[in-house]
C-alpha cells in the first residue's frame, strides 16, 4: 500500500546544486526511516543519506558529508536530499526508500521509489 515517488533530479553542472524530494502515501510517514541511495552505471548500488523516524538519526555516506544535506517535512509527508558542490561521480540513478524501523540503518527498507535520474556534467 505504501508508495514512495522521487522529484527533482536532472541535469546539473559540476559544483551546482539540486534538491531532490522524496514524497510518501499509504503509511504513517513519521514513524519510519527513509533512505537515500544510488547506483551509478556499471556500480553497486550504495547508501547516500537517511534520516530517521522518531529517534531523529541521520546518516551521510563519506562520499557526500559535508555536500549534502536530508530534511523531513512532516506536514508533506516528504523528506529532501538537498545536494550541493556536485561532482560528476555523483551521477547516478537516486532512489528512497521506507525502512521498516524509525531508526536509521542500510538494511530492513521494504517500499522502493521508481528513481529519479542525476546527470553531473558539464
Known amino acids: 500500500q505504501g508508495q514512495l515517488v522521487e522529484s527533482g533530479g536532472g541535469l546539473v553542472q559540476p559544483g551546482g546544486s539540486l534538491r531532490l524530494s522524496c514524497a510518501g502515501s499509504?503509511?504513517?510517514?513519521?514513524?519510519?526511516?527513509i533512505g537515500w541511495f544510488r547506483q551509478a552505471p556499471g556500480k553497486e548500488r550504495e547508501g547516500v543519506s537517511c534520516?530517521?523516524?522518531?529517534?531523529?538519526?541521520?546518516y551521510y555516506a563519506d562520499s557526500v558529508k559535508g555536500r549534502f544535506t536530508i530534511s523531513r517535512d512532516y506536514y508533506k509527508n516528504t523528506v529532501y536530499l538537498q545536494m550541493s558542490s556536485l561532482k560528476p561521480e555523483d551521477t547516478a540513478v537516486y532512489y528512497c526508500a521506507r525502512r521498516n524501523v524509525p531508526e536509521c540503518n542500510l538494511d530492513e527498507y521494504d517500499y522502493w521509489g521508481q528513481g529519479v535520474q542525476v546527470t553531473v556534467s558539464s
Open positions: 534520516i530517521g523516524g522518531i529517534d531523529g538519526s541521520i
Open positions: 499509504g503509511f504513517t510517514f513519521e514513524v519510519y526511516a
